[in-house]
């Protein structure tokens, strides 16, 4: 008989081991949002909840060479903030637990400090607390905490067949940026807009606040784990699917495959550590809410519309193409 | 010229550590809890606060050979889980951010999963979120939350002099069971009891809102870092220094120091990962307080009083002896 291979992390992936994790919890009656959306959160009154968010950033994994431990720092809040953004929710502390490769400086610490200091101010956040520890890998892990009026959470589950299907920004300049940076593809003068985007990625703070303010979304996903992956579980978990008309694609990112002979739709479809918003708006309430997200300094790009019909479909001249639900994810994916 | 030597986390230490991040960080007005105390928390209202706590564990420093998996993520929220015992707080609810080595089995996920649940569900709590990657050592980085009346937050800084100072049970047996593991110590019949100190270590949750309750505690901490640098810490931050009488070690503690040729106190003050509470209480309300503890299954041991001298003094039959300011503290401390 053959012996039943092991199954390692590396096997399960990311998405899997969340699901086994929750399948052992007890779980928490009447929370505000459910367990795997993008962020936690606690009742604190009939119309108020604390929420919560940890996220943690790996240097082996989440950290190019070239990113300096600032940046680093700077992302790990800003991986945080964006699943906040998605929401709809202001992040008002943070806390930090480290873990400290034992050849670290000072300067080291205090570049990492500098830059946790410098991603949450930049969202008006505090770092209030924090643990640190001694690890084999730089870890930076991250607790956001903020309150929401709880009708006003955008969850991942609520969109509707003819909600439209809308992001904001374009996408595939991280993958483009992070391949670059790999050295083995040419840039020519898109490289910094490229490379910044990875080293400097910015979360949509201000567009999610603004999207939650005016009352037309009826679900939203941040794209951090690749637009391809958000649009599947967004479908999955509002029961309905998407067509789009278009794979929004930054200019950036065709001149970089055109000149590397890569497909742009790969890099924007499949590429992930890339924090834009993907939400769904209920049609009338579509103007006031691209005019909203712009009275931020923010854009709301429409991309197709949510169906009945549960799949992932590209609509282009001639025929329909089906979407795949892979992207980025941890154990799986090699940077 | 000598070159000045690199200054690393490892001469830093933790303590130093901390000190450096926080001197680079815009601090947030009025907290509720100052930085550098065991918890974090957020104003919510005049009366109530938000309370946060990030701890993690790493598997190559704070976890024996000896100790499962499921002993290790119970131990990584019992850590954090004490420290909102010291401030006096409910634990509500956990995030957890888990770093996984990519060998790493379903069952051994499962085990992780098994034992974050147990504990949080022994000190009602409940698991509500979280995050995984990977990473070279097992993480797992615990965020807790609860909320707490402001009045009802038991500090680090206002015993006074004269306040009776109290623990809330005798110390050096995960000290001593550390040692017994690591194989270089005999235990005979004590040997479970200082095991299981170390795998299963207890927060003093159900003592620390007793405590708190009663309203005659002047000033509280967690001993995980040791009782010594506990005392030395209460002291600093409360302006004051301690007369002890005693030091409480537990019976076991010295059969087992006997057996073995060690100095008994040493482990009692200087062992560290011991989660009693330590406490300073008004002598008006002594009383009251020891009942409020007994009334819960707990007890209150006092073992000095809190001087204007701001030293750490035991005074034995003849003469004063100073508690130096040692214990475990993380890149200095070797297990």
């Not at 800003?78 to 050849?103: R, T």
């Not at 909600?163 to 898109?190: E, P, Y």
């Not at 567009?207 to 794209?223: F, H, I, K, N, P």
């Not at 993907?278 to 519309?305: C, R």
Request: proline share 5%; charged share 20%.
């Amino acid at each position: 008989m053959n012996q039943p291979k092991k199954t390692t992390v590396a096997t399960l992936g990311e998405h899997r081991i969340i699901q086994i994790i929750q399948n052992h919890l007890t779980p928490m009656l009447n929370m505000p949002v459910p367990f795997g959306d993008d962020v936690s959160a606690v009742n604190l009154n009939e119309t108020l909840a604390a929420v919560l968010k940890t996220d943690m950033l790996v240097a082996k994994t989440d950290v190019p060479e070239e990113m300096s431990l600032f940046q680093a720092a700077r992302k790990a809040i800003v991986m945080n903030v964006s699943d906040f953004a998605s929401k709809g929710v202001q992040p008002i502390a943070a806390l930090v637990a480290l873990g400290l490769p034992k050849g670290f400086t000072q300067k080291n610490i205090e570049d990492i400090a500098d830059g946790l200091n410098a991603g949450a101010q930049e969202y008006g956040a505090y770092i209030i607390g924090g643990d640190t520890s001694e690890a084999s890998d730089l870890i930076i892990s991250i607790s956001l905490y903020g309150t929401a009026q709880k009708p006003t959470l955008m969850l991942r589950s609520g969109a509707k067949p003819g909600d439209i299907l809308a992001v904001t920004g374009l996408f595939g300049k991280s993958a483009a940026g992070l391949r670059f940076l790999l050295g083995d593809c040419s840039a020519s003068k898109n490289a910094k807009t490229l490379i910044d985007a990875v080293l400097t990625p910015k979360a949509r703070l201000y567009e999610g606040l603004a999207l939650s303010g005016c009352g037309g979304v009826s679900a939203s996903m941040d794209s951090s784990d690749g637009l391809a992956w958000t649009l599947h579980e967004l479908a999955r978990l509002s029961n309905v699917g998407f067509e789009l008309t278009e794979v929004p694609i930054a200019p950036e990112v065709k001149r970089f495959a055109e000149l590397n002979g890569l497909e742009p739709s790969e890099l924007a479809l499949f590429g992930g550590e890339e924090y834009e918003l993907v939400v769904t708006v209920k049609p009338e309430k579509w103007e006031a809410t691209v005019a909203a997200v712009e009275a931020v300094g923010g854009q709301l790009l429409p991309i197709g519309k949510a169906t009945e019909q549960k799949q992932i479909l590209l609509k282009t001249k001639d025929k329909l193409l089906a979407i795949e639900a892979r992207g980025w994810e941890h154990f799986k994916s090699q940077p």
